[in-house]
């Protein structure tokens, strides 16, 4: 009998020596787990279509007796979801990619995040059924990681004379990407700020879909400009606080400029 069975969500596999995989996975219960899959390579009957990334698994787990420092061992993998939508799509490809880059950098191991998990197989199923666009499930993605990890951006009101955003007079407003927060023109005043222009329009729907309800997020509806102004302001901000630049992102962004 294995030690523990549990879903989990495959966020990143490397080779180890000829025949083995060291795998990150993300469950709900125990968080981020770092496996070893002895004899992956070989074994089609144990892992067969199960260690793909981002892939829903079943998975039987072996804990180390004695060794200090010996890895958990993956007994067995039964591929529950493997998305395949995402799959055929190469942007839906980037984008699965790019979130589990991410919540591979930042998760601790062993440290419960179950909201976070429910976010990722939520906006993998998104983006999996096709029923949103991909760019907005992204946004969706990105805002509320940002939210549960603690660091969620301050967008609507001014963080220093707290004008609410619908009293700020201008159309556009500075997001200071070092402070995480909006500045009015008032506040801000001949300053200079690591910064970027961001419309109200964009900062509002972006504060609306951190805050609305899932089952009401197929009811979104992003213009192609506020898309473009969301994926620059959340694609920068991330990056920025975590510390890391994401390879996954960088293909993403290339893929955007060759289309």
């Not at 955003?165 to 200071?176: A, G, L, R, S, T």
């Amino acid at each position: 009998m294995p030690d523990l069975s549990t879903d989990a969500i495959l966020l990143k596999k490397i080779e180890y020596g000829d025949h083995d995989l060291i795998i990150n996975f993300f469950t709900q219960a125990n968080g981020k787990m770092s496996v070893m899959a002895k004899n992956a390579k070989k074994s089609v009957k144990r892992f067969s279509g199960a260690l793909d990334l981002f892939s829903l698994d079943r998975i039987d787990l072996r804990f180390p007796k004695r060794k200090v420092g010996s890895m958990t061992i993956l007994c067995q993998a039964d591929l529950e979801n493997g998305f395949a939508n995402i799959r055929y799509n190469v942007f839906k490809t980037a984008y699965a990619s790019f979130w589990a880059e991410l919540i591979n950098a930042w998760l601790e191991e062993g440290k419960a995040q179950p909201d976070l998990y429910d976010l990722l197989l939520f906006s993998l199923g998104a983006l999996d059924a096709g029923n949103m666009k991909m760019e907005v499930i992204s946004l969706v993605f990105q805002i509320r990681f940002m939210s549960i990890s603690g660091f969620s951006p301050c967008i609507d009101y001014c963080n220093e004379c707290r004008t609410g955003i619908d009293h700020i007079d201008q159309k556009n407003i500075v997001f200071d990407l070092k402070q995480g927060r909006i500045i009015c023109a008032k506040c801000l005043g001949t300053r200079k700020t690591d910064g970027i222009m961001i419309s109200k329009g964009t900062l509002k729907q972006l504060f609306w879909i951190n805050t609305a309800d899932e089952n009401r997020m197929d009811r979104i509806r992003f213009s192609d400009f506020a898309i473009s102004e969301g994926q620059r302001l959340l694609e920068a901000f991330i990056p920025f606080h975590i510390g890391k630049d994401f390879k996954s992102l960088k293909f993403l962004r290339q893929l955007r400029r060759e289309k």
